[in-house]
């Protein structure tokens, strides 16, 4: 192999973020992450992993919610606002609901409680860039490239969603993933097991307020009155489904 094809092979490789202060959890992310085949960096502070996330692009960011200088649900919200949509894996010390369900909030696509399995660990990074991968690929000839159901149009190709005549213009990739899977399986009830399966691409281990969280974020923004939503709708003690009228 000449050092051409060496350059190509290596700039192939994903290249995954990691933003945390502890060095031993640095270490232990870079050796596991190298030994997957992907490239690694990192950041110790906040500032610096959203300086980097900018410059180096990276395909995945591992990022710790206690961060000196800036914490990670601001550099999370940061990237959003920037229209960074990278896949964010979130990690916490702490374990509390609040930092799980702020960080979803504010466009997290998954999160990890510390002391947390390697293994696992590595399992989210590969559904998360393999979710990325499939979404970024061309469209099938054999698939929709537009679906519009009542008042919803969803353009595939464009990844764009427009309600009502308006573009929806902030949701993030997660949130157009669901409710492109909702609408292409229009009128089925869906279950939250099944859209974790399909739409975040493994089991989250029985987490489905993982699936209410983002529910309600795209209810937020396409929704006139959420207490009572029109187009994305819940079958209680089952799943949501796309109204058809």
Excluded: H
């Excluded at 919610?65 to 960074?84: A, I």
């Excluded at 409680?113 to 990325?132: C, D, H, M, Q, V």
């Excluded at 353009?155 to 990739?173: A, C, I, P, S, W």
């Excluded at 292409?184 to 691409?201: D, F, H, P, Y």
Aim: hydrophobic share 35%; glycine share 6%.
């Amino acid at each position: 192999m000449n050092l051409d094809e060496k350059n190509e092979t290596y700039e192939e490789k994903k290249l995954i973020l990691a933003v945390d202060d502890e060095e031993a959890i640095i270490d232990l992310l870079k050796f596991n992450i190298e030994k997957e085949g992907y490239r690694f960096i990192s950041a110790s502070n906040g500032e610096e992993g959203l300086r980097i996330a900018k410059i180096e692009k990276p395909d995945l960011i591992i990022l710790d919610v206690m961060l000196p200088r800036m914490d990670g649900l601001t550099v999370c919200k940061k990237l959003r606002q920037n229209k960074n949509n990278c896949p964010v894996i979130m990690l916490s010390a702490r374990g509390e609901e609040i930092d799980k369900i702020l960080g979803l909030e504010i466009g997290a696509d998954d999160y990890m409680t510390k002391p947390f399995s390697t293994r696992e660990l590595i399992a989210r990074i590969k559904a998360n860039l393999r979710k990325t991968e499939s979404t970024d690929t061309y469209i099938d000839e054999s698939e929709e490239s537009q679906i519009t159901i009542g008042v919803l149009s969803l353009d595939l190709e464009k990844f764009e969603v427009v309600v009502r005549g308006q573009k929806v213009e902030d949701l993030t990739r997660r949130e157009f993933e669901v409710l492109k899977y909702l609408a292409q399986k229009k009128g089925q009830v869906i279950s939250r097991e099944a859209l974790l399966e399909k739409v975040w691409g493994y089991e989250y281990y029985g987490d489905i307020r993982t699936v209410d969280v983002t529910v309600r974020r795209i209810r937020e923004k396409i929704e006139k009155n959420t207490a009572n939503p029109k187009i994305l709708i819940t079958k209680r003690g089952i799943g949501y489904y796309i109204a058809t009228n």
